[in-house]
């Protein structure tokens, strides 16, 4: 059964620090890009970050580059994905999901077949 699980999620006071993890099993998710998305209320999910399966390449959208990194360490039927985000700002305050795409890595919602529940993630000014 596949199962994709956020963890790290909390309270930070803005220019804090916070990890998230997605820990993806169930399928060979060594070979699935991996993608994290947020949504604030009101607002469409969007991309944060994303990495790719086999050789670790790492995709950001410009607003978010030089604040988070994204990392990944892949076993056999287990996979485990890093979002470290740094000087953190009230604007990112949102659930964050992590997302399995097993075509590469992409910006794009409907790219991504597999999804996490979410983790709450409030930063406070």
């Known amino acids: 059964q596949v199962h994709l699980v956020e963890s790290g999620g909390g309270s930070v006071q803005a220019g804090g620090s916070l990890r998230l993890s997605c820990t993806a099993s169930?399928?060979?998710?060594?070979?699935?890009?991996i993608g994290w998305f947020r949504q604030a209320p009101g607002k469409e999910r969007e991309f944060v970050a994303a990495?790719?399966?086999?050789?670790?390449?790492?995709?950001?959208p410009d607003s978010l580059k030089g604040r988070v990194t994204i990392a990944r360490v892949n076993a056999e039927n287990t996979v485990w994905v890093y979002l470290q985000m740094n000087s953190m700002k009230p604007e990112d305050t949102a659930v964050y999901y992590c997302?399995?795409?097993?075509?590469?890595?992409?910006?794009?919602?409907?790219?991504?077949?597999?999804w996490g529940q979410g983790t709450q993630v409030t930063v406070s000014s």
């Open positions: 169930g399928r060979t998710f060594r070979n699935y890009a």
């Open positions: 997302a399995a795409a097993p075509y590469g890595t992409s910006r794009q919602l409907d790219e991504y077949a597999y």
């Open positions: 990495i790719s399966g086999s050789d670790g390449i790492a995709d950001y």
